[in-house]
């Protein structure tokens, strides 16, 4: 009997071995600032390799205000549909958990209040986040893929049309209520400008499309705001950033160091979507001087 109870114990003992080298392998003890990873310089690199970008789809990839929380979507894998996933920084440790099925693409507000899903959106309550909410009248009836804020409030957000073309439109909050969106101009709608990031203060507005002497399927565009608050040129971010994938879906984090966006490593299949950061400081080199 003792030798019996013995073995028992050994085999609990191995089990729990087991499944903590499981679980290690599965989730890594994530410690420090972006998850823990090696900052990028300017050539992009994957962010988080084996845990946050994969074989399967990952896109978007945005930071709260605080750095503390990190969203994501993810599809493929153990995710049988597109769900909404965060990552979290608690006493320095990062820690992986689902939030729900995906609605829209999430974009965080520069006070960190406001979770931006398209045309639907979260607010920040004292247990995370409230239930998903509809923004409603003038935005209900556009077929909105992304939408992103600035810290006045002003609404950027793509146009996706029947014919695979978009535009940017912008709306502003005047008197508590937003106005009627209103196209960018022509030297950003081009045809096909899709997922635009503006900056908090309005001084540059990021968005991929496919234009005459791009790279690829989409590349990543930076316009910057002229003197006379119209929007000028849009810059090509070169091929550094750009390849003959598609890139897209980029955006600035909240400290204003990185780039992040996004790339499918196989042109022409989404299946594997994967998340990519490079250092920021090119939207000062290659800004115009006025």
């Not at 990873?37 to 992009?44: A, E, R, S």
Request: a negative charge.
């Amino acid at each position: 009997m003792k030798h019996f109870n013995i073995s028992i114990i050994l085999l609990l003992i191995a089990l729990t071995i087991t499944n903590r080298s499981s679980a290690l392998d599965e989730h890594p003890v994530l410690e420090g600032p972006y998850l823990g990873q090696k900052p990028p310089g300017l050539i992009p690199d994957a962010f988080a390799p084996g845990i946050v970008s994969t074989e399967n789809y990952e896109l978007t990839g945005v930071f709260t205000p605080n750095m503390k929380e990190f969203y994501l979507i993810r599809d493929g894998g153990k995710y049988e549909k597109p769900s909404l996933v965060v990552f979290k920084n608690e006493n320095n440790r990062w820690s992986e958990s689902v939030i729900s099925d995906r609605v829209g693409t999430p974009v965080i507000s520069p006070d960190g209040k406001t979770m931006h899903l398209s045309k639907q959106y979260r607010t920040r309550n004292e247990t995370g986040w409230s239930d998903v909410k509809s923004l409603g009248s003038p935005f209900d009836d556009l077929p909105i893929m992304r939408l992103t804020a600035s810290s006045k409030g002003t609404y950027f957000f793509d146009e996706f049309k029947s014919d695979f073309t978009g535009d940017i439109r912008y709306s502003r909050l005047v008197d508590g209520k937003y106005e009627e969106p209103k196209l960018l101009n022509q030297n950003i709608n081009g045809g096909k400008s899709f997922h635009p990031f503006i900056a908090p203060d309005e001084s540059y507005l990021i968005f991929d499309g496919k234009r005459e002497g791009g790279y690829g399927g989409s590349d990543l565009y930076i316009s910057y705001r002229q003197k006379d608050s119209s929007w000028g040129a849009p810059i090509n971010l070169g091929d550094k950033i750009n390849t003959e994938a598609w890139e897209a879906v980029a955006s600035v984090t909240p400290d204003g160091k990185y780039l992040f966006f996004n790339r499918n490593m196989n042109p022409g299949n989404y299946n594997n979507v994967d998340i990519f950061w490079v250092d920021a400081q090119f939207i000062e080199t290659i800004r115009p001087k006025l």
